[in-house]
């Protein structure tokens, strides 16, 4: 088994990462190849939870500036979140990776209520867990969501899978002369106001010392930023 870098990480995808060139719902060829990066680093011995967003399905800021309840689009979003993470947990069935999905609101028997003890017990195992229905409240995001049960199951980094490859001093697609972080602390992060994960998580993050790490979602990376860890981005204390 190869050493790893990390012995426990929490991989959060957005949801419109599931989505490709369509922009919404769930791309099964997208998911198959994730899923693949995601078996190849639980067969090195690294214990995988993840938190997949929903921003393919439903946003609940949307929805609200169509007109609807914020408080309940979100709750649409977070449900959203679960059927991402119930087709992940078939994508991994289908590579042989033993899965349990939790959701933050009670929903069996489709998936698992979400159990901090039996979740650290399931990742110690090898199984992955994937945590869905965000935090369970209104008004917050799952990059929060990620934060809250990265700490919570004593994870050792979030890897923070994106389209860029990592965090620039501005919007590289918009200014060409941005430039990118090999690291970066938190606090910058805050400061220089850099869009890597809402504020309410990066904040999070500092108080508990979890570090962030940010990088392209591509073929390899997975593996490459949980063996050797330094690929993209670190922020950190
Ligand atoms: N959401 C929520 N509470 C949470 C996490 C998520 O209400 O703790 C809702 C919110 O409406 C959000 C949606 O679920 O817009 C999807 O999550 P997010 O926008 O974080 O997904 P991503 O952008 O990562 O795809």
């Known amino acids: 088994m190869a050493s790893t870098k990390f012995n426990r990480i929490l991989l959060k995808l957005s949801g419109e990462a599931l989505a490709g060139e369509k922009g919404h719902g769930i791309d099964s060829e997208i998911l198959t190849t994730m899923a693949s990066e995601i078996a190849s680093v639980v067969k090195s011995g690294v214990q995988v939870a993840l938190v997949i967003g929903g921003g393919n399905l439903v946003r609940g800021i949307s929805a609200s500036a169509g007109g609807m309840n914020r408080a309940q689009g979100d709750a649409m979003g977070m449900l959203g979140t679960v059927m991402n993470g119930l087709a992940m947990q078939d994508a991994l069935d289908k590579q042989g990776i033993p899965c349990v999905v939790m959701s933050a609101i009670r929903m069996e028997p489709i998936c698992e209520f979400f159990n901090r003890r039996r979740a650290l017990s399931l990742l110690s195992s090898g199984t992955v867990v994937i ?5 369970g409240n209104p008004y917050f995001t799952t990059d929060s969501a990620a934060a809250l049960r990265a700490i919570e199951s004593e994870c050792d980094v979030i890897m ?20 990118r972080f090999d690291d970066i602390t938190y606090t910058e992060v805050i400061n220089r106001g850099l869009k890597v994960m809402d504020t309410a998580a990066v904040a999070l993050c500092l108080e508990q010392k979890m570090p962030i790490l940010v990088f392209k979602m591509e073929k390899g990376n997975l593996t490459k930023a949980t063996v050797e860890g330094n690929l993209g981005t670190l922020v950190h204390c």
């Open 160 to 179: 923070k899978a994106t389209k860029v490859d990592g965090i620039y001093t501005d919007d590289p697609v918009k200014n060409p002369a941005a430039t």
């Open 131 to 135: 945590f869905s229905a965000g935090t």
